[in-house]
């Protein structure tokens, strides 16, 4: 494992100071381009989870289930006239303990491919709590993505990423924090897949270490 480079967490540090209810970094330059659409996935406080889709003035899109593979498949295409909507769908873990959601900008000729994995809520009413309260990942459509997530009270927050497969760590820690919301965006560059995990720690019997952790939810994108 490597922590990020210096100057993210001089970003980091720079935005703590200067609020203290809200963090703001990047961990990659946003490349600009026009959007046509994004797909908002977001997890709330009582763990539903929920896929919003937002599109432009003359897109539209087409929205196909897979209850087979748990998944969604969005194609999104010109329609002169059509106007911008904002469409919802429940979306759930399931069993399997993930869910798919496909994205073909049939404009732009982008496809990609983002996967939740979390524990459904219904299933994990006898293990232990992750230590988010709420997240929400946004494709915006342009290789970037919007982390935006929300932390107990007292929770530590730190940023690693794992130098063998380049997965980005969000490290959860009771403590002595003071920041509850966090927004991080990252870039995927092209043919890449980009990888983002919470991990989460609990204190021991003792009280005295964090010698256990659970990694949950893991986010991917391909």
Same mark, same amino acid.
């Given at each position: 494992?490597?922590?990020?480079?210096?100057?993210?967490?001089?970003?980091?540090?720079?935005?703590?100071?200067?609020?203290?209810?809200?963090?703001?970094?990047?961990?990659?330059?946003?490349?600009?381009? $026009?959007?046509?659409?994004?797909?908002?996935? @977001?997890?709330?406080?009582? !763990?539903?989870? /929920?896929? =919003? %889709?937002?599109?432009?003035?003359?897109?539209?899109?087409?929205?196909?289930?897979?209850?087979?593979?748990?998944?969604?498949?969005?194609?999104?295409?010109?329609?002169?006239?059509?106007?911008?909507?904002?469409?919802?769908?429940?979306?759930?873990?399931?069993?399997?303990?993930?869910?798919?959601?496909?994205?073909?900008?049939?404009?732009?000729?982008?496809?990609?491919?983002?996967?939740?994995?979390?524990?459904?809520?219904?299933?994990?009413?006898?293990? $232990?709590?992750?230590?988010?309260?709420?997240? @929400?990942?946004?494709?915006? !459509?342009?290789? /970037?993505? =919007? %982390?935006?997530?929300?932390?107990?009270?007292?929770?530590?927050?730190?940023?690693?990423?794992?130098?063998?497969?380049?997965?980005?760590?969000?490290?959860?820690?009771?403590?002595?924090?003071?920041?509850?919301?966090?927004?991080?965006?990252?870039?995927?560059?092209?043919?890449?897949?980009?990888?983002?995990?919470?991990?989460?720690?609990?204190?021991?019997?003792?009280?005295?270490?964090?010698?256990?952790?659970?990694?949950?939810?893991?986010?991917?994108?391909?």
């Amino acid at each position: 494992m490597k922590n990020l480079p210096l100057s993210i967490f001089a970003i980091i540090t720079t935005l703590i100071f200067s609020s203290c209810s809200k963090e703001e970094t990047t961990f990659l330059e946003e490349p600009s381009s $026009e959007l046509f659409g994004k797909v908002v996935l @977001s997890r709330d406080a009582s !763990g539903a989870y /929920t896929m =919003d %889709l937002e599109t432009n003035n003359n897109v539209a899109s087409s929205i196909t289930s897979n209850h087979k593979a748990n998944s969604l498949a969005i194609d999104l295409y010109s329609d002169t006239g059509a106007s911008e909507q904002n469409i919802s769908e429940t979306m759930s873990t399931g069993s399997d303990d993930r869910f798919s959601v496909n994205l073909n900008n049939t404009i732009t000729s982008r496809t990609s491919k983002l996967t939740i994995f979390d524990k459904e809520i219904q299933f994990s009413k006898t293990e $232990e709590e992750d230590h988010l309260t709420s997240y @929400s990942v946004v494709d915006n !459509g342009d290789n /970037t993505y =919007d %982390l935006n997530f929300t932390v107990d009270a007292s929770i530590e927050v730190d940023f690693t990423q794992d130098e063998a497969s380049g997965e980005y760590m969000i490290h959860l820690e009771p403590g002595a924090g003071t920041q509850t919301d966090y927004t991080v965006t990252f870039n995927r560059e092209e043919g890449e897949n980009l990888q983002i995990l919470f991990r989460n720690y609990y204190p021991s019997e003792d009280g005295r270490s964090t010698t256990g952790s659970k990694d949950k939810p893991r986010i991917w994108v391909d």
